[in-house]
């Protein structure tokens, strides 16, 4: 046994023993899936280079903080809060933004995307709206959105509304297109309405599709609202990360970097929970 | 006592291309309550566009199809289906999937568990209520279907190539199955295959529909169904009498088979 096999045995993250057996791996997806090791080791090699960089003087500071500022930062920003506002008040004002955009989205895209899926005339009337405004990054609409309502709540919920219409659209369009005609034919069958078979058929099949539209919805919404504060806003992370910017804080800057990066990374994990809660079935049709 | 009367039935579809497929041609039938009549041919002979108008999901080109005196249109919880794979309810359970026609048809609850608890009983899933269906192996869904089906207490179950993606053996109880579900309940079957062994033992009658356009080439009155329900199924597949009309079958569909390649290679 290797030393790594050793080590990895200790910490616990041994292979299953049909992955250790395989004698071909190159090409085998599922025998390189578990690299937990490996994961271990670069972010552990990361954090040393940075700690030991900043230590050794490396790097000029305005450029690049040593983990320490950051952290002061972290502490002092958490206490005593940054530009009026405490540090979890950035963040809530981020989220905040987005939940209400999003859930806006999903509100109308979801409902929109089933009648394009259900019905002819609708589809043939929004198609080419949709396709048109799909392709367009959410961020071209910034200066449009300060012009009709300023640079308050009201501008950034209508870009994040924007970002997350057209993706739900399209994933509950394609929820409606992935329900296999058999199961509509066997509901008909078995006595449903046409109403019965919306709710208790198409509606449950689409579930995974819409599921998916949801995560890539909250992934691009996080990045827009990051991205719109950056431009022009009065709180947020992103705001926070832009005045630390003229003052050259670089380490409120990479303060807000890392946590823009945590909470877009919580916000999939959460995502990826949930769907494996709510949808057990998923891939498995 | 229903009776399913299929009068002159013809199907033409319009291709992609611009022309047109005789999928039927003047295709008429009768079927007593209780009958259970297999279906067999080369694919593309129009199986399928049979029993969807049948089902209801097809409006034939001309023709009728009648339920005694009542002409249908469209789908109704009247005529059961049961597909080969893929249209059970992942996101049900088990027990949810065998209850679905009754809960759509707002039955009170308890009478829904009763007979979703007897219909588990009888296709052999009565620890499997509550097991979701994506865990079932492929047999056991099937069986999940039937009992869904069932469960509507229909005049007649249209099955479209039920068995058609299990292994042998399966196939084989599944068989089984289908011969004792028609014996306990009563009901009118038609049942399409592609096997010709399987069309033979499930079929009191026995179409053979040859393609171009498709119709009717033979029709059989078959003693095998009936003597499957007391006699040992191996013994009745061993027997002269089975192997005789198998291997009749066998080339009539190969030389059909034959005729198609002919045609294609023109
Ligand atoms: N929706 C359709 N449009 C055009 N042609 C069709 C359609 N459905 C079936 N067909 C054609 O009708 C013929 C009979 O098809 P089908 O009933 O599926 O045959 P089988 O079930 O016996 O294999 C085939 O030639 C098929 O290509
Ligand atoms: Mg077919």
Redesign the interface.
């Known amino acids: 046994m290797t030393f790594i096999e050793r080590l990895k045995e200790r910490v616990g993250i041994s292979a299953s023993g049909l992955e250790k057996r395989k004698t071909v791996t190159f090409g085998d997806a599922a025998a390189v899936a578990d690299g937990r090791f490996w994961s271990m080791m670069s972010v552990l090699t990361l954090a040393m280079a940075w700690y030991v960089g900043s230590a050794l003087g490396w790097v000029n500071p305005i450029f690049w903080p040593s983990p320490a500022s950051v952290w002061d930062q972290f502490i002092s920003i958490s206490g005593e809060g940054y530009r009026n506002f405490s540090l979890w008040e950035h963040v809530w004002a981020s989220l905040y933004r987005i939940l209400v955009g999003f859930s806006l989205g999903c509100l109308i895209g979801i409902p929109l995307g089933f009648a394009m899926g259900l019905s002819k005339v609708v589809r043939g009337c929004f198609d080419p709206i949709v396709e048109f405004f799909r392709p367009i990054p959410p961020l071209a609409f910034i200066p449009l959105v300060i012009i009709w309502s300023g640079i308050g709540e009201r501008s950034k919920i209508l870009l994040l509304f924007f970002a997350a219409l057209w993706i739900m659209v399209i994933a509950a369009r394609a929820g409606v297109g992935s329900v296999k005609l058999s199961k509509i034919h066997a509901a008909y069958s078995l006595g449903a309405s046409k109403k019965q078979i919306l709710w208790h058929v198409i509606l449950p099949n689409s579930l995974p599709e819409i599921f998916t539209g949801m995560r890539v919805a909250m992934g691009v919404c996080w990045g827009t609202v990051v991205a719109a504060e950056l431009v022009a806003a009065e709180s947020g992370v992103g705001y926070m990360i832009m005045v630390a910017s003229k003052f050259l804080s670089t380490d409120i800057v990479v303060l807000g970097v890392i946590i823009v990066g945590l909470i877009g990374y919580g916000i999939d994990i959460l995502m990826r929970k949930l769907e494996a809660k709510l949808i057990p079935w998923k891939g498995k049709a | 006592m229903s009776e399913l009367v299929v009068n002159n039935v013809s199907m033409i579809f319009d291709t992609p291309d611009g022309g047109t497929v005789e999928a039927l041609r003047d295709l008429s039938f009768n079927l007593k309550q209780g009958e259970l009549l297999s279906i067999l041919g080369p694919s593309g002979c129009g199986k399928s566009t049979l029993l969807n108008i049948i089902?209801?999901?097809l409006a034939p080109t001309a023709g009728t199809v009648h339920m005694d005196s009542r002409e249908l249109h469209g789908?109704?919880?009247d005529?059961?289906?049961v597909?080969?794979q893929?249209?059970l309810?992942?996101?049900l359970s088990v027990a949810e999937n065998i209850g679905?026609?009754l809960t759509?048809?707002g039955r009170p609850k308890h009478e829904i568990r009763q007979t979703v608890n007897h219909l588990l009983e009888t296709v052999g899933l009565r620890d499997f209520g509550n097991k979701?269906v994506?865990e079932l192996s492929g047999g056991m869904q099937q069986r999940v279907a039937l009992a869904?089906?069932l469960a509507?207490d229909?005049d007649i179950i249209l099955m479209d190539e039920p068995l058609g993606a299990l292994d042998a053996l399966t196939r084989e109880k599944m068989q089984g199955l289908v011969l004792k579900l028609w014996k306990e309940t009563g009901k009118t079957i038609i049942l399409i295959t592609h096997s010709v062994e399987e069309a033979l033992f499930l079929g009191e009658k026995l179409f053979v529909m040859a393609p171009r356009p498709g119709r009717i080439h033979k029709e059989y009155s078959l003693p095998f169904a009936e003597a499957g329900l007391t006699q040992d199924p191996r013994e009745i597949r061993a027997s002269t009498a089975f192997v005789e009309k198998r291997e009749e079958i066998l080339s009539m569909i190969w030389e059909m088979e034959e005729q198609i390649m002919g045609t294609a290679e023109v």
Do not use: T
């Open positions: 089902a209801g999901f789908p109704g919880a005529r059961g289906m597909f080969q893929g249209a309810f992942e996101w679905f026609g759509m048809q979701a994506y869904r089906c509507n229909p």
